[in-house]
């Protein structure tokens, strides 16, 4: 497999981006956009054995531009698993200019079926699903910032999705989670203000990832983003990825507590 990436180092600094799921999808691509912008890795993932060859080949690629990567396949919902990310951080004076939240983890049941057999959601399901999409961000964030590791104007970004407001079959406790990180953010972006740290939620509209293609009936689902999508494509990590690394730069400063969608205008309808 060939690899190719523009590179643009524009920034030489010692910035790192923090991406706490960013072995695939929108972490993924973001990581890879923002390694090209010249920005150091630090990749929290857990990645299955046959994925991770993949994952390490775009790794040493990305390595030979001279960006410094450093990756822990651990679980990003284990304290432990934050107190060495910090340690790594505080050993090496290094600063985090932007934490990536793209955590996808969650049930997809549905609330009532008829059919007896099939699992439905639980209170414990809504529960693991806000603490993996949700809580986990606050978690990471504040453990950051009141050990002093975001440099100044720092970003906290997140993916979430039009079914934080919408309702979906299969989708209420990733719903529910995505409402919750939306309402973090919000908080976040107030309670640091005072720290010129920012927080910003990226609304991906639908783009065909592993994650969506577990949630059951994802094809019709892309069938109606392409429908209502006025450029009649799908969001692609990449659309997403642009946005994430216009978010980092100086000029967004002044973005703060903000659901930005990204989808080509797919929510206008």
């Known amino acids: 497999m060939v690899n190719t990436f523009e590179f643009n180092t524009e920034d030489t600094s010692n910035s ?3 991406i706490l799921g960013g072995s695939s999808g929108l972490g993924f691509a973001s990581a890879k956009k923002l390694a090209a912008k ?3 890795l630090c990749i929290v993932h857990r990645t299955r054995r046959s994925k991770l060859e993949e994952f390490n080949h775009t790794i040493e690629v990305l390595r030979e531009t001279g960006i410094q990567i450093e990756s822990f396949n651990l679980d990003a919902l ?14 090496r004076n290094a600063s985090v200019k932007v934490l990536l939240h793209s955590i996808a983890k969650g049930n997809l049941k549905p609330i009532y079926a008829e059919d007896a057999s099939v699992a439905k959601l639980s209170g414990k399901d809504f529960i693991l699903t806000t603490e993996a999409m949700a809580v986990s961000l606050y978690d990471w964030a504040s453990a950051f910032a009141n050990a002093g590791l975001f440099e ?6 997140t993916f979430t999705s039009e079914g ?19 309402a973090i953010i919000r908080s976040l972006a107030f309670e640091l203000a005072p720290l010129k740290i920012t927080a910003n939620c990226i609304q991906a509209g639908v783009t065909n990832t592993e994650s969506l293609q ?10 109606q983003a392409l429908e209502r999508n006025p450029q009649r494509r799908l969001t692609t990590p990449e659309d997403v990825a642009n946005v994430v690394y216009l978010l980092t730069k100086p000029e967004a400063n002044w973005i703060n507590g903000a659901v930005i969608p990204v989808d080509g205008g797919e929510h206008l309808r």
């Not at 577990?214 to 069938?223: K, N, V």
């Open 214 to 223: 577990l949630i059951p009936g994802s094809d019709q689902l892309i069938a």
């Open 78 to 91: 284990n304290p432990a698993t934050i107190d060495k990310v910090k340690d790594f951080f505080t050993e």
């Open 16 to 18: 790192w981006a923090l």
């Open 164 to 182: 934080s407001t919408k309702p979906l079959p299969n989708y209420a406790a990733v719903s529910a989670a995505k409402a919750a990180l939306e």
């Open 38 to 40: 010249g920005l150091h």
């Open 152 to 157: 100044e104007n720092g970003k906290i970004l």
